[in-house]
């Protein structure tokens, strides 16, 4: 698709895997195509008047927990426009792209079977092996550490192989806030930063006074 002299190119959204401790790049996973919606939402961590304290109603507990919903579409008709070009596609389909995001909520296999090795000498407790530090990028101003809560593939062709050439996924990311992680973990400053965005983003909003709801005071 050809675009308008002058129009600028769209950033495309995806997920990078983090070293928890170093905070070095891994992997980047590139969404083929942006989703036309984005679903966003949040429960409020209120102490609540079910504590039986009616001086803690208003009281915040922490930050709310935000869930990010998307349907994101993976085709390889374009590569497969130029088999020459692109060899991986024609001998695998989507199959490497679909492995990529399923790497983010399986452990690896080597860590797998270290754990059941040291089951087997007999290791009484065996800390499961942390996982790279999943972060959200949709655009510079929204760049969150996240967990995969969901991750739903459909696959809706095949080539003469059965490797999948198209596919659709659903992604399902709870946001991660220092209330998951500990305060000094890598994760807790990237969300630090994204809270302070919606500050700086808050106090940009215009703001109108009591007449334009109809009303002169609060009683």
Do not use: C
Request: no cysteine; proline share 8%.
């Amino acid at each position: 698709m050809s675009s308008f002299p002058g129009t600028s190119k769209t950033l495309q959204g995806g997920l990078v895997l983090l070293d928890p401790d170093s905070g070095q790049v891994r992997r980047v996973i590139v969404l083929q195509y942006n989703p036309d919606t984005l679903t966003r939402s949040f429960q409020p961590q209120a102490i609540g008047p079910d504590s039986g304290d009616r001086l803690e109603a208003l009281r915040l507990k922490g930050p709310a927990v935000e869930m990010i919903k998307l349907e994101a579409e993976l085709d390889a008709a374009d590569q497969l426009e130029f088999p020459d070009n692109n060899p991986t596609v024609v001998n695998y389909g989507i199959h490497p792209q679909l492995a990529a995001l399923q790497s983010v909520v399986y452990p690896f296999a080597d860590d797998l079977q270290s754990a059941r090795d040291l089951a087997g000498f007999g290791t009484l407790e065996i800390a499961p092996a942390e996982s790279p530090l999943t972060v959200f990028v949709w655009g510079p101003n929204r760049i969150v550490p996240v967990r995969l809560s969901e991750l739903a593939v459909t696959e809706e062709a095949f080539d003469t192989r059965l490797n999948p050439i198209r596919a659709k996924v659903s992604l399902g990311l709870r946001v991660l806030s220092p209330n998951d992680l500990s305060y000094d973990h890598r994760g807790s400053s990237i969300f630090l930063a994204y809270l302070r965005q919606q500050e700086r983003f808050s106090g940009m909003a215009s703001t109108t006074g009591l007449q334009s709801l109809g009303v002169e005071s609060i009683p």
